[in-house]
């Protein structure tokens, strides 16, 4: 029960430094004097570093294991966390979030890594979905209760906290969590040469059916991210006037789509033994909420939230292309091969950050508001970009989990 806890604990905190931005950004820009474009890229430096760090990191799992490369990332996380709290400036807030980032570069990807070694192919979207809904909770945090602590102690007092509390899951983490169940059949293997590691790096990148599997994973969870993440608040706040407390709730009650979502699809695709189909609707339903909140002018406060929150419940079955992602390896190429499916996510986290970013400062501010045909563009173009990775995914073989079998 305690590595279980351990990994939806390490999840979470990687969810709460994701989405911090986007509760408090209204705060941010005013106090660091940042412009969108500058918001964006504090963002995108977040994911750009964990895209820079996922070749090494997925090295690392397949030769020291994920709860050492964990641990140590995170004490990289602790110190940017309080590095963030500090900054007094735009450029400092967006060197300190590249850091961070790479502080969390193993947080989710060690979660995906240690739910595959303990369970079985067959099950792994069943465990990884409630591992990675009750790690929503971090969404939880970065909504109502930071929006409520940076009213009190300000988002400064705030960020510091969580750096203390980042600092007690990592502890935890390394005390509590195995890489391996404790039972004969899992013993550990002797760890590969370096050179091994590298030839099964190449192997992996030369995996068939690989390439759709990245087109569909690098917009699916990146468009949820970016929206919850960073431009929900600052939507909220410009076109439908919602101080800190109220944009939280709508941010909270977006997350709670999210995990709800994230359970309904977990076990889906044994229901329906597919995984390509359960993803294509997944896909299908997120670009139509996205459509409707980009071409409807004006919506009233209800009908937005609404189709916020149906985004972020529809969006949730980026879990299931993790598994899709995962039967394509071996076990000896596990940690490389998740970790390669995961660098088209960050990728898209990263390029959609400063795409929006730079989307949202092109439109004048009306007074200290952006309009709302900046946000209506934003949902667009993010549409856009999952309708292209959607068309190449259709090219994909469909991965049923009644076919799985573990590979040598």
């Known amino acids: 029960m305690r590595p279980f806890v351990m990994l939806v604990m390490i999840t ?3 969810q709460f430094h994701r989405a911090c931005l986007g509760v408090v950004a209204p705060e941010l ?3 660091l004097a940042m412009s969108p474009e500058q918001l964006g890229r504090a963002s995108g430096a977040f994911f750009l570093a964990i ?4 070749v090494p990191v997925g090295m690392l799992f397949d030769r020291i294991g994920p709860r050492r490369t964990v641990t140590a990332l995170t004490a990289v996380a602790v110190a940017a966390a309080l590095w963030q709290a500090a900054a007094a400036t735009g450029s400092q807030l967006i060197a300190a979030r590249f850091f961070l980032g790479l502080g969390c570069a193993g947080s989710i990807m060690g979660a995906v890594t240690l739910c595959a070694l303990w369970y079985s192919r067959e099950r792994m979207s069943t465990m990884l979905s409630r591992v990675l809904a009750l790690g929503q909770t971090g969404i939880f945090l970065a909504a109502t209760p930071l929006a409520l602590a940076s009213t009190t102690v300000g ?4 960020f510091a906290g969580m750096a203390v509390v980042t600092a007690a899951v990592g502890v935890l983490f390394y005390a509590w969590v195995e890489d391996r169940p404790a039972h004969p059949s899992s013993a550990a293997q002797p760890p590969e040469s370096l050179r091994a590691v590298v030839q099964g790096l190449a192997t992996v990148w030369r995996t068939e059916g690989l390439f759709p599997v990245l087109a569909i994973h690098t917009f699916a969870y990146p468009g949820m991210a970016i929206v919850l993440g960073l431009w929900a608040g600052p939507y909220l706040a410009d076109v439908h006037g919602l101080d800190g407390p109220a944009r939280g709730n709508v941010l909270l009650a977006m997350a709670v789509a999210q995990v709800t979502g994230i359970l309904a699809y977990g ?3 044994r229901l329906f033994d597919t995984r390509k189909w359960v993803i294509v609707t997944g896909a299908v339903g997120t670009i139509a909420s996205l459509a409707a909140l980009a071409m409807i002018p004006g919506p009233p406060l209800g009908v937005a939230v609404a189709l916020l929150v149906l985004f972020c419940g529809v969006t949730a079955y980026a879990v299931v292309i993790m598994s899709h992602g995962r039967s394509l390896f071996p076990d000896r190429l596990m940690g490389r091969g998740i970790t390669t499916v995961n660098i088209a996510q960050v990728v898209g986290l990263t390029v959609l950050s400063a795409v929006t ?12 508001a952006r309009p709302e045909a900046a ?3 934003v949902f667009g173009s993010i549409a856009l970009a999952l309708s292209v990775g959607l068309a190449v995914y259709l090219f994909a ?7 799985s079998a573990v590979r040598p």
Do not use: M
């Not at 988002?155 to 705030?158: D, K, L």
């Not at 970013?357 to 200290?368: D, S, Y």
């Open 155 to 158: 988002w400064r007092g705030a």
């Open 29 to 31: 820009t005013r106090d």
């Open 12 to 14: 979470a905190l990687s």
């Open 51 to 54: 895209a820079l760090a996922q």
């Open 267 to 269: 076990p889906l695709d």
């Open 397 to 403: 073989k469909d991965a049923k989990p009644s076919r």
């Open 357 to 368: 970013g730079e989307i949202v400062g092109a439109f004048p501010a009306e007074g200290v």
């Open 375 to 377: 946000y209506r563009h």
